[in-house]
């Protein structure tokens, strides 16, 4: 960070020379952009809100290369995004995190809210990688929001607000761009906009996007030919906003949203593959490099995602009612290259337990004929979500503000898994595959319908003890049900076929209260002081049944079984802050300390060798931290932003197995002291912006942004010192005993990434120039893993440097 300030600090001065300054250049007027937020539901500046926010305006994600979550992230303090590939991305906020959550644990709830408007969109895993076009900010609310949203904003809640339709005015834009990316390949953008006033009362508002995306990622094959690119892929969609304001009291807005990503495949670089590597000595090596992967059929992504919401607003005299009436239906198909998996179980520990005449494996054919036949792994998730919501907020200008409402929701969810491996039966010599549901040459196969249920009531009250003195408090009371039936089947449930799971039911529900207590002194026209207490919450739930049938030890089963269920997990926040105005006007700082004490962390670790994930409780674990914001026209032509967070994010309790001879190991990595995953202890970022004229009608502006990201790990066993020592099945691939044993570096190590952006804007268009990853840094992600260690281990990576151009024009 010391080298990023040392770059931005002339920049001002080096611009000033390098760039034209046109005759009028002293003669314009930049002012600091003034966001509007509504993170308490009602509208105030983002300096009155008396807790830790943080808003980007549609022109500030502009200039600083923003064009989804995971880039917002790194532009915002305490606030990660772990990428699991497009459509998959994993939000934390505040250092408060239990692990990478995959596609198959559905029973998994989100730690981080997410919103678009008043519409609730957080799907644990499944985050939609929303096109953030036409949005007017994003807002990141910081520390538990569970009064005012609820379940799944334990440590905060992220709020996409998009612009509205506009009565009486006709507006209209059109977006294009191109990319390129350093040996990868080229995408480009057509986004457009049209505002259209109907009648007097009536006014639409309608935005259609499509992007194609550049693919960096190269896939080698068995036969060693290599297919190009093969993450490259596109989104498309719209947004469609109609709203009706009959009189000055009422207004109806409704909305339908649709939009849908097709990817080829993922942003995975892999360390080693079972069937593809350089330690064999009887199937080609294979050598991979920088951006590389290893695949033998082709693997997609494709999420499919609608949205129908209601928004009525009628003003009475002294309040506002406010009903939000929402239906989402989202479709997700993740189909992936599985088999490596399959082969590190038919040809690593059927083939072992072969040798044993004794199991049922015996007398059957383990070979390479056939754990290298194709093994698609098809992981779908279908999901329709109803919320209602409805509310009472004052809106009048005395010392007692009030908000007052009762939300409800009804979430259906199917998850299903297939592993189709054609010709497995016939390959082995006759190893009996058709279970009772699964069909012949079916490995696993599972149908796991969910269905969750809740209501809550909720209130705050702001009140002003004297014209310095305001004292907030809320309360939010909760009853959730959730309900589950399972079915199991595949020999890589139970090898016998005998024992299939068929409709096996679950159940869990919990209710209670989340209270919040501020308070905020206006210290001077420039400075406020808040504090608050604050609890968040996020439901517990059912583990997955653990798939005994691949387990390699019966230390495995009886550490990872057994284990039906997870409890809730709370948060308890203690936090003060200060906001100030600086430097007469022309700047603002917001300052925020905070320890938050988590009870039944849900920590999700693998099951060892059964290629299964389950979630343990740890009973203690801790968040203290401080985050900044600086903003600032330190001149009239440059403005200076720089946020940053240092977390320390720790596990408190150890959970232990213990075995049937009484000894005691730590599970996954889970012992007092070791540092939450997914997120750093250090993460900031900085961003200069120099505004100049290329001539008297031509402005223009530069933007030089750099994103540091300290040091992470995935999951919490990867602080386990044997996490990075993994015992290869040296029978695939006949590989020698001396090599038969890979080590490797689990940590996800520092990045630090540049964006620079040159634009010129006339009254209606505007052009830019960019390059994004400007020092071409290759950072690592988040670590993937298949089977634990034992089938695959690769790291999800960013894109290289990418060199765009983008022409905007309003009409």
Request: charged share 20%; aromatic share 10%.
């Amino acid at each position: 960070m010391k080298k990023t300030l040392f770059i931005l600090t002339p920049l001002a001065t080096a611009l000033s020379a390098a760039l034209p300054t046109g005759a009028a250049a002293q003669d314009r007027t930049y002012e600091m952009e003034e966001i509007t937020v509504t993170a308490r539901k009602r509208s105030e500046t983002l300096q009155d809100v008396p807790f830790a926010v943080q808003a980007l305006s549609q022109n500030q994600m502009r200039a600083r290369g923003v064009t989804d979550l995971e880039s917002l992230s790194n532009n915002v303090a305490g606030f990660t995004v772990q990428n699991l590939g497009p459509g998959q991305s994993q939000v934390a906020i505040r250092g408060i995190s239990a692990g990478q959550i995959v596609r198959d644990q559905p029973g998994v709830k989100e730690q981080v809210g997410i919103y678009l408007d008043e519409s609730v969109i957080s799907l644990s895993l499944f985050t939609p990688d929303l096109d953030m076009y036409d949005m007017n900010r994003v807002e990141v609310l910081r520390g538990p929001q569970g009064t005012l949203f609820g379940s799944g904003s334990l440590s905060g809640t992220v709020r996409h607000i998009s612009n509205q339709p506009l009565l009486g005015e006709f507006e209209a834009n059109i977006s294009a761009g191109l990319n390129s990316i350093s040996d990868g390949g080229t995408g480009g953008e057509i986004k457009g906009m049209v505002n259209l006033p109907l009648t007097d009362d009536l006014a639409l508002r309608v935005v259609g996007y499509t992007t194609e995306y550049a693919g960096y990622i190269d896939a080698v094959q068995p036969d060693g030919s290599t297919r190009d690119e093969v993450n490259e892929g596109n989104r498309y969609g719209f947004r469609a906003a109609l709203t009706y304001q009959p009189s000055d009291q009422l207004t109806i807005t409704p909305r339908v949203i649709y939009q849908e990503i097709e990817m080829d495949g993922f942003n995975r670089e892999d360390d080693f593959n079972i069937l593809g590597n350089e330690l064999t000595t009887t199937q080609p090596q294979v050598r991979l490099g920088d951006y590389e992967q290893f695949t033998q059929l082709e693997e997609k992504f494709e999420d499919e995602f609608t949205l129908l919401d209601v928004v009525v607003n009628y003003d009475f005299d002294a309040f506002t009612l406010t009903s939000v009436t929402s239906w989402t239906e989202r479709e997700v198909l993740v189909l992936r290259d599985a088999t490596a998996l399959t082969a590190s179980i038919t040809g690593g520990s059927y083939a072992m337990a072969a040798m044993n005449p004794d199991t049922l494996f015996s007398g059957f054919t383990w070979d390479d004929s056939v754990y290298r036949l194709d093994a698609p792994l098809f992981d779908r998730t279908d999901v329709e979500m109803l919320t209602q919501e409805l509310r009472l907020a004052s809106n009048d200008d005395g010392p007692l503000q009030w908000v007052v409402g009762i939300f409800y929701s009804d979430i259906e969810r199917e998850y299903s898994q297939d592993l189709p491996v054609t010709g497995f039966q016939d390959a082995t010599g006759g190893f009996p595959t058709a279970g009772t549901l699964a069909p012949r040459d079916t490995l696993f196969f599972s149908r796991i319908p969910y269905d969750f249920e809740q209501i809550a009531v909720f209130g705050e009250v702001d009140f002003a003890v004297t014209d310095k003195f305001t004292v907030t408090a809320g309360l939010r009371w909760y009853d959730f049900e959730e309900t589950r039936t399972l079915s199991f089947d595949g020999i890589f449930v139970t090898p016998d076929l005998q024992d299939p799971i068929i409709n096996l039911p679950g159940e869990t529900s919990t209710d209670g209260v989340s209270p919040r207590i501020m308070i905020n002194y206006e210290a001077s026209d420039d400075m406020s002081i808040n504090a608050q207490v604050s609890r968040g919450f996020r439901l517990g739930g059912i583990n997955d049944p653990l798939n005994a049938g691949v387990c390699d030890s019966d230390e495995d089963r009886a550490t990872f079984g057994g284990r039906d269920a997870f409890e809730d997990e709370e948060l308890t926040n203690y936090e003060v802050g200060t906001k100030m105005t600086i430097m007469d006007g022309r700047g603002t700082l917001n300052i925020s300390l905070f320890h938050s004490d988590i009870d039944d962390l849900q920590a999700t670790v693998d099951a060892g060798s059964c290629s299964s994930r389950i979630v343990f409780n740890v009973p203690e674990a801790t968040s203290t931290g401080i985050e900044f914001e600086f903003q600032s026209r330190l001149t009239d032509n440059f403005e200076l932003a720089l946020t940053g967070s240092v977390i320390n994010a720790e596990l408190g309790s150890t959970v232990n197995s213990v075995d049937a001879d009484g000894n005691v190991t730590v599970v996954a990595g889970l012992r007092d002291g070791n540092a939450l995953p997914t997120v750093p202890e250090v993460q900031g970022a900085v961003a200069g912006t120099y505004y100049f004229n290329w001539s008297n009608s031509l402005e223009g502006a530069a933007t030089l942004s750099y994103q540091y990201v300290g040091e992470r790990h995935t999951q919490t066993s990867d602080l386990d010192p044997a996490t990075g020592t993994v015992a290869l099945f040296t029978n695939i691939g006949d590989i020698p005993a001396e090599d038969g044993t890979l080590t490797f570096d689990p940590i996800l190590g520092s990045y630090t990434i540049g964006n620079f952006r040159l634009s010129a804007r006339a009254d209606n268009w505007e052009a830019a120039f960019y390059i994004n990853n400007i020092n071409d840094e290759k950072a690592d992600l988040s670590l993937d893993r298949e089977r634990g260690l034992l089938a695959r281990i690769g790291r999800r990576v960013n894109q290289p440097r990418t060199f765009g151009v983008g022409l905007n024009y309003s009409f």
